[in-house]
């Protein structure tokens, strides 16, 4: 759940939301003015499988590429549309 508060709420008791964030996982939208200006999310906070999961995943579980691996690469990059560059760069 994201809490919205002001600015001048933060300001108040910056100590107490960040041991929200940190300890529950809390997410805050920071407003002022009525226009949100800022958002206050856990650190921790990870997105997709990190280095260590993958390699775990490759060395321990055998999730090797299988035989036809090499030509879906190169089917997915053929069918990508050509991308000129830009006319500064010609």
Not at 6 to 26: F, H, N, Y
Not at 76 to 86: D, G, Y
């Amino acid at each position: 759940m994201v809490h919205r508060i002001t600015t001048k709420e933060l300001v108040e008791s910056p100590g107490e939301i960040l041991c929200r964030v940190r300890d529950q996982g809390e997410r805050f939208l920071i407003e002022e003015n009525g226009r949100t200006v800022a958002s206050l999310n856990p650190a921790h906070e990870e997105k997709g499988a990190a280095l260590h999961q993958l390699l775990r995943g490759i060395f321990e579980d055998g999730l090797l590429p299988d035989e036809g691996f090499a030509a879906d690469v190169q089917a997915l990059q053929a069918s990508q549309p050509r991308v000129e560059p830009p006319w500064w760069g010609r």
